[in-house]
């Protein structure tokens, strides 16, 4: 089943504008992460926030977790044309025992940077 | 040090055969994870090696079995193949207890059950 959920599916924009999309997920989480995919190829790790965390950045992106409404957001700011990819966020439930187990993943975003 | 690497990248299969997908992990990694993802889905957790053994299963049939090795690579092994059975499968590789890291995926194989 999937937990997390991003919206919108589909975003489309300019070149140098910034690029919003959110993940709702439904239990309690370790942590989120986010991750892009080109073309139906292999995922590519872009960040991972703490469930104690609020905010991170990396580069151009910007993360936010708002764990008491189980919501996060990945902005990506002054896009460019080879940001065009799919963006899935994934949550990490954690096993007694401490032992990181699985990601459960979105359906994801796909998003298209307009030259 | 060295991603992950899937093979083959691609194949085909007719309904009811047998097939083996591989993966070799990332240098210093202990923990291989499989993941089926059908096309406009998310990737779905099918199960998880570590030590060589199973680490947890996700909702897929028992003819959706795997392997893992002493050198960390792993097996992906499929039955009775069906139609459905077409997708991308996704492996990842990552530390175990070290939950607050990323995972490395490969490239993927891609499945088609004709």
């Known amino acids: 089943s999937q937990q997390g959920e991003e919206d919108p599916q589909a975003l489309s924009i300019q070149e140098g504008e910034n690029a919003t999309m959110n993940c709702s997920y439904k239990?309690?989480?370790?942590?989120l992460q986010w991750y892009r995919q080109n073309s139906g190829r292999g995922l590519v790790h872009l960040i991972l926030?703490?469930?104690?965390?609020r905010e991170k950045h990396s580069g151009r992106l910007r993360v936010t977790l708002d764990t008491s409404k189980k919501s996060s957001s990945l902005l990506i700011t002054a896009s460019r044309a080879a940001d065009t990819a799919s963006y899935f966020c994934a949550t990490d439930a954690v096993r007694g025992g401490g032992s990181n187990y699985k990601l459960t993943f979105g359906k994801g975003t796909l998003l298209t940077v307009n030259p | 040090e060295t991603g992950v690497t899937q093979s083959p990248t691609h194949l085909i299969k007719t309904r009811g055969q047998q097939v083996t997908l591989r993966c070799s992990s990332q240098?210093?990694?202990?923990?291989v994870s499989w993941y089926q993802q059908a096309l406009g889905q998310g990737p779905q957790f099918i199960f998880q090696?570590?030590?060589?053994?199973?680490?947890g299963r996700g909702n897929f049939p028992p003819r959706f079995s795997g392997l893992q090795f002493p050198n960390y690579s792993s097996e992906l092994n499929v039955n009775a193949l069906e139609l459905d059975d077409s997708a991308l499968y996704l492996c990842?590789?990552?530390?175990?207890?070290?939950?607050?890291?990323?995972?490395?995926f490969g490239s993927g194989t891609r499945l088609t059950v004709v």
């Open positions: 926030i703490r469930s104690n965390e």
């Open positions: 239990t309690s989480i370790n942590n």
């Open positions: 990842a590789s990552s530390l175990a207890y070290s939950s607050n890291y990323g995972y490395t």
């Open positions: 090696y570590y030590r060589e053994e199973e680490n």
């Open positions: 240098s210093g990694h202990n923990t």
